[in-house]
């Protein structure tokens, strides 16, 4: 199992210029979370899908837009990137149940806007 | 909407001591806590979680207990080993979607 992967690992781009991010699990999950981590501030949610065909916004999700077509992937997307967007995004997922159920990371993609 | 604080920021102690991270949260209704270690360029890694019906939890040199009347709770490493040293994350979140909220993090440094 490879359980979630990201791609790309490194990504750097210029102002205005647009990229998807693609988000991919093997463990039949329903629940899949972006998330964006800066420096001294922790991880922050940016939008969160629990199934197929369903998306919604988390703490900041300005200036990206999701897509979870399928259910093992979702994909995270910049239309017009900006400097403020330069971080480290993670991919999440979990499955459901009666009680909260751990989250499994990707390796995380790197991204620089110039 | 639910906020968690971490403390401290930075932690230094030497190899064998114990460390001790503390965290504070909001919203009543959170009923379960992860942390996650997370070394240099790594992914964020569950290394234990509580339940809001249980006060302490232990795996081995790690623990975690939880204080619902205050609404924080905090992780415990005892006998300390280089390779605890990482960035720890304390989390919350309720039952229904699970968007877990972050708190900041603690750089836990040991030094042998």
């Known amino acids: 199992n490879a359980g979630v992967t990201q791609t790309p690992k490194f990504r750097v781009l210029k102002t205005g210029q647009s990229m998807t991010l693609l988000c991919a699990q093997d463990?039949?999950?329903?629940?899949m979370y972006w998330y964006r981590q800066d420096p001294g501030m922790g991880l922050r949610l940016i939008h969160y899908s629990v199934g197929e065909g369903t998306t919604a916004k988390g703490e900041v999700p300005d200036g990206y837009n999701v897509s979870r077509l399928k259910k093992q992937n979702f994909l995270l997307g910049l239309e017009s990137a900006a400097p403020s967007q330069t971080s480290v995004y993670f991919c999440a997922s979990t499955t459901t149940g009666a009680l909260n159920q751990p989250q499994h990371f990707g390796d995380g993609t790197r991204l620089s806007i110039l | 909407g639910e906020n968690v604080e971490q403390h401290p920021s930075t932690l230094s102690v030497q190899e064998g001591d114990s460390a001790v991270i503390k965290c504070t949260y909001s919203?009543?209704?959170?009923?379960?806590f992860p942390w996650y270690k997370q070394e240099l360029g790594k992914r964020p890694q569950l290394i234990i979680d509580?339940?809001?019906?249980?006060g302490e939890k232990k795996d081995q040199r790690i623990a975690v207990t939880l204080n619902k009347t205050a609404k924080h709770f905090s992780l415990h490493i005892t006998e300390t080993q280089p390779e605890d040293s990482a960035v720890y994350f304390c989390a919350a979140s309720k039952t229904g979607f699970q968007k877990l909220v972050f708190g900041t993090g603690t750089r836990l440094l040991v030094s042998p």
């Open positions: 919203d009543s209704a959170s009923n379960y």
């Open positions: 509580i339940r809001s019906n249980v």
């Open positions: 463990m039949n999950h329903e629940y």
